[in-house]
Structures are given as structure tokens and as C-alpha cells.
């Protein structure tokens, strides 16, 4: 192979990347185009199933959102399967669920006992922990 004639700026992938009229200089200066504030403090969700999760978890008002987004950039940064990101995410809903029900209203607040009584709740039901 011939690398003498191999270039990165007729790279396919380049032009992805780099919008036709921008030089390689000044392509990281102005590409991708800045946020505007209000963008800039929401955190990008690439993944339609980390979505679902937090469209449910606001329908259903509970509370630890923050939590729960951070954790779920985290399994798609790690490249999990969409099917581990959707079952991830409900059971933390079950969870967030039980823990209104018996009057937790914040995450700080947990204790041992209340992932035990999750914990024999769902084996109750007949399901895994």
C-alpha cells in the first residue's frame, strides 16, 4: 500500500466530521457550534431507551433524577446493550417506587433495611434480586 496517497481530508469520515468549507485548523475552534446556556446545562441523551426511562420516571413524579440520569450516561458510556440500559432503568423505578411508598422521599435517606425490604418484596412477587 501506498501511504503517499492516502489522505485524510478525502477520508469519508472526515467530511462526518469536518462540514465542507472548514480547514482542519479551525475546525475544533468552530465545529461542533457552541451551546446556548440553557443547552449546555441539560445533559445529552444519545440513547432513546435512557429516554424512555426518565420520560417514565417524571411521569410517575419520583424523586433522585439526577442520580439515576448519571447512572445511566454511565452504563451508555460503557457501551451496555439497550436491554441491560431498559432493565437497569426499571428496576431503579420499582425501587424509587417501594421507597415513596414507605415514606423515603430522599436517596440520603436509605438504609440497609430498605434495600432488605425491596429485596424480599420483589422475591415475594416471585422475582430475582
Given at each position: 500500500?501506498?501511504l503517499e496517497y492516502v489522505s485524510v481530508e478525502n477520508s469519508k469520515y472526515h467530511r462526518k466530521y469536518c462540514p465542507?468549507?472548514?480547514?482542519?485548523?479551525?475546525?475544533?475552534?468552530?465545529?461542533?457550534?457552541?451551546?446556548?446556556?440553557?443547552?449546555?446545562?441539560?445533559?445529552?441523551?444519545?440513547?432513546?431507551?435512557?429516554?424512555?426511562?426518565?420520560?417514565?420516571?417524571?411521569?410517575?413524579?419520583?424523586?433522585?433524577?439526577?442520580?439515576?440520569?448519571?447512572?445511566?450516561?454511565?452504563?451508555?458510556?460503557?457501551?451496555?446493550?439497550?436491554?441491560?440500559?431498559?432493565?437497569?432503568?426499571?428496576?431503579?423505578?420499582?425501587?424509587?417506587?417501594?421507597?415513596?411508598?414507605?415514606?423515603?422521599?430522599?436517596?440520603?435517606?436509605?438504609?440497609?433495611?430498605?434495600?432488605?425490604?425491596?429485596?424480599?418484596?420483589?422475591q415475594d412477587r416471585e422475582k430475582r434480586p
Amino acid at each position: 500500500m501506498n501511504l503517499e496517497y492516502v489522505s485524510v481530508e478525502n477520508s469519508k469520515y472526515h467530511r462526518k466530521y469536518c462540514p465542507p468549507g472548514l480547514d482542519k485548523s479551525t475546525a475544533s475552534l468552530t465545529y461542533p457550534p457552541p451551546l446556548r446556556q440553557a443547552e449546555a446545562d441539560e445533559p445529552r441523551v444519545a440513547n432513546p431507551e435512557i429516554d424512555r426511562v426518565l420520560q417514565r420516571l417524571s411521569d410517575k413524579g419520583l424523586g433522585g433524577e439526577t442520580h439515576v440520569i448519571q447512572y445511566l450516561l454511565y452504563l451508555h458510556r460503557r457501551n451496555c446493550r439497550p436491554n441491560t440500559i431498559r432493565s437497569n432503568g426499571s428496576t431503579i423505578i420499582l425501587f424509587l417506587t417501594f421507597l415513596t411508598f414507605i415514606g423515603r422521599n430522599h436517596l440520603e435517606s436509605i438504609t440497609r433495611e430498605d434495600f432488605s425490604a425491596f429485596i424480599e418484596r420483589e422475591q415475594d412477587r416471585e422475582k430475582r434480586p
